[in-house]
């Protein structure tokens, strides 16, 4: 729990640094829950601690095309016309989203382990950071564009427990990854942890699609403290094409 810190002093004392002499605590409804407030009243100065509230987020539409001059021809090509931007409070930008136009599947049927059909390695779309985030593991995701590419986490020892879901977007740095086509895991992982500029991929995690919405949209998971956004892009496998939404969480990391 992040708190802010007031302090207030009487105009009449000095400023020193004293410990409390009288702590009170009190509990109070603050939008449904219960949060402590701790009054510290020191020598005529009270310290009041309360819970900061997490940033809201929204997004705006995007008329414009994914960038050009950062990404290949070719991957330029497979991309909608139009986006998505993220925001964080009034105007700071988190990140802006380009879907593919269409995603080839050999079928809509999915496994039972994992939440969407699509194919290790697979192109999902780009992002762009605006300024300096984070991904899913908390590493630094550096200012820049992105491809993005479906991965399932490995089935081993070392990440029992590590998600509740199986299913993520890797990102790999545009210029590093100019094909659309898919490529294999150990490609991927290692481009993509190339881009977070460590041993572990630079990654997104797709949750399982709530029920059908508007889209796009946004959503807080105030639990675990994700902002989630729900896009929809066009499948198709052999027999049909429609709609196939994505939940994906583009703000707050894994619980350690």
């Not at 599947?105 to 605006?130: A, H």
């Not at 564009?145 to 740095?173: C, N």
């Not at 992982?189 to 709530?210: F, I, K, N, T």
Request: hydrophobic letters at 45%.
């Amino acid at each position: 729990m992040r708190f802010q810190v007031i302090l207030y002093v009487s105009p009449a004392l000095p400023v020193v640094v004293i410990p409390p002499v009288v702590v009170v605590e009190e509990y109070c409804a603050m939008q449904k829950v219960l949060r402590r407030v701790s009054l510290f009243v020191v020598f005529g100065s009270i310290v009041v601690c309360r819970p900061l509230e997490a940033a809201e987020h929204r997004i705006e539409l995007l008329e414009a095309k994914a960038p050009g001059e950062e990404i290949s021809e070719e991957i330029a090509a497979t991309l909608q016309p139009t986006g998505v931007r993220v925001l964080r409070g009034k105007k700071r930008k988190v990140c802006d989203l380009w879907l593919c136009k269409e995603w080839q599947l050999p079928s809509f049927n999915k496994k039972e382990d994992v939440n969407y059909p699509f194919v290790p390695g697979q192109l999902i779309g780009v992002v762009r950071y605006n300024s300096k985030g984070g991904d899913f593991r908390d590493q630094d995701i550096a200012k820049g564009v992105y491809t993005l590419r479906y991965a399932q986490q490995p089935v081993d020892g070392a990440h029992v427990g590590t998600s509740a879901t199986r299913d993520f977007l890797l990102l790999i740095e545009a210029a590093n990854d100019e094909s659309p086509e898919i490529i294999d895991y150990e490609t991927l992982a290692e481009d993509s942890a190339a881009a977070a500029g460590s041993s572990h991929p630079c990654l997104l995690s797709l949750q399982e699609p709530g029920e059908a919405g508007t889209t796009p949209s946004i959503n807080e998971n105030e639990q675990a403290e994700w902002w989630i956004i729900r896009l929809v892009g066009q499948a198709a496998d052999a027999n049909e094409v429609k709609a196939l939404p994505i939940d994906l969480v583009v703000a707050g990391q894994a619980a350690e």
